[in-house]
């Protein structure tokens, strides 16, 4: 497996775990820069692993079920 397949997984289970995740979640978890975590994140919503919820302050992802 990739680093890039990894670290989806690893999100994907983040996100399953917790009920859903915010960017800065990723950029803990992963050790990455926000613009990495941005990538990923806008990458597994384009592939429909994860979709993306507005809050009134932050943009939340969850598992697509």
Do not use: C, P
């Not at 384009?46 to 009134?56: F, I, N, P, Q, R």
């Amino acid at each position: 497996i990739g680093k890039k397949e990894n670290r989806k997984q690893i999100v994907l289970r983040m996100a399953e775990k917790q009920g859903s995740i915010v960017r800065k979640d990723i950029e803990t978890a992963l050790k990455v820069s926000q613009s990495t975590a941005i990538l990923l994140l806008r990458d597994m919503v384009e592939s429909g692993l994860l979709v993306k919820v507005k809050d009134a302050r932050q943009t939340k992802y969850r598992v697509v079920e």
